[in-house]
C-alpha cells in the first residue's frame, strides 16, 4: 500500500545553505501520517474523538 502528499518547504524552514532544518523532518511526518489517515478514510479528527491515540 502506497501513498503520497505533497508538503510545502516554507521559507523559514530552511538555512542559510538552502536546506531543511531538521527539526521540521517531524512536523513534515505529522502531516503525512494525517494525509495517509485521510486517504484511508479514518481522518485524524474522527480518530481523536473516540479516543483513539494516534
Known amino acids: 500500500m502506497t501513498s503520497s502528499t505533497d508538503i510545502r518547504v516554507r ?27 485521510e486517504f484511508r478514510g479514518l481522518p485524524y479528527r474522527v480518530l481523536a474523538s473516540t479516543g483513539t491515540e494516534v
Open 11 to 37: 521559507y523559514c524552514e530552511i538555512d542559510q545553505q538552502n536546506v531543511v532544518f531538521n527539526m521540521w523532518y517531524v512536523a513534515y511526518l505529522g502531516e503525512a501520517w494525517a494525509a495517509f489517515l
